[in-house]
């Protein structure tokens, strides 16, 4: 089965710093792009990163581009997010999401998310 | 770069047909595919259709896509409406950036 678990939310001040993480299990990691996508509340969905396998290639959205860094460690088949200068704006659930084979960048499976909340 | 707009409800009663339609800005619908999922409140995102027209295994044929040149649009349809249906709508595309694009999600209402 395939799982992705997220952690590292919290509650941080503005400016601050905060690493998530997304933790994969069931399929093989490594053969994936992967992606973070973010929720604040009562908002829609908005795409923040995305990672290809090897970490060729990095995208970010401009909201965020020059305050995150996505990474990934495929020996330990897992996904990260470097936040640094963190807004109240940031606040949301940030969900990270697997994207399949193919052209269509489908995002087939998803974590359950974790909260992040940026607030003094 | 193009922003996809959904609207912000529609709703329906039991058994009917609804259609959420996501326009693109600029740039033709089908120049990229387009997927739509579906959340459930306090749940994360599944998807209901990609490719703009085909459906992951497990989603019932009730739900069907469809994409509109002339409209420049893409279309969702869920037929024979069940309480189970109400939920957020997203669609999602790409740009030639690699960046995903959502749509802002349409509230169904199944009453």
């Known amino acids: 089965e395939v799982q992705l678990v997220e952690s590292g939310g919290g509650l941080v001040k503005p400016g601050g710093s905060l690493r998530l993480s997304c933790a994969a299990s069931?399929?093989?990691?490594?053969?994936?792009?992967m992606n973070w996508v973010r929720q604040a509340p009562g908002k829609g969905l908005e795409w923040v990163s995305s990672?290809?396998?090897?970490?060729?290639?990095?995208y970010y959205a401009d909201s965020v581009k020059g305050r995150f860094t996505i990474s990934r460690d495929n020996a330990k088949n897992s996904l990260y997010l470097q936040m640094n200068s963190l807004r109240a704006e940031d606040t949301a659930v940030y969900y990270c999401?697997?994207?399949?084979?193919?052209?269509?960048?489908?995002?087939?499976?998803w974590g359950q998310g974790t909260l992040v909340t940026v607030s003094s | 770069n193009f922003m996809v707009t959904q609207p912000h409800s529609v709703s329906e009663s039991p058994g009917k047909t609804v259609t959420i339609s996501c326009t693109r800005s600029?740039?033709?619908?089908?120049?990229?595919?387009v997927q739509w999922y579906q959340q459930r409140p306090g749940s994360s995102p599944t998807a209901v259709i990609y490719?703009?027209?085909?459906?992951p295994s497990g989603v019932p044929d009730r739900f069907s896509g469809s994409i509109d040149s002339s409209s420049n649009s893409a279309s969702l349809t869920i037929s024979g409406l069940k309480t189970e249906d109400e939920a957020d709508y997203y669609c999602?595309?790409?740009?030639?950036?690699?960046?995903?694009?959502f749509g802002g999600g349409t509230k169904l209402t199944v009453l």
């Open positions: 999401a697997r994207r399949t084979y193919g052209s269509s960048w489908l995002l087939d499976q």
């Open positions: 069931g399929f093989t990691f490594s053969t994936y792009s």
């Open positions: 990672i290809s396998s090897g970490s060729d290639y990095i």
């Open positions: 600029s740039g033709s619908i089908a120049s990229n595919y």
């Open positions: 490719e703009d027209n085909q459906r």
């Open positions: 999602q595309s790409y740009d030639s950036s690699n960046h995903v694009v």
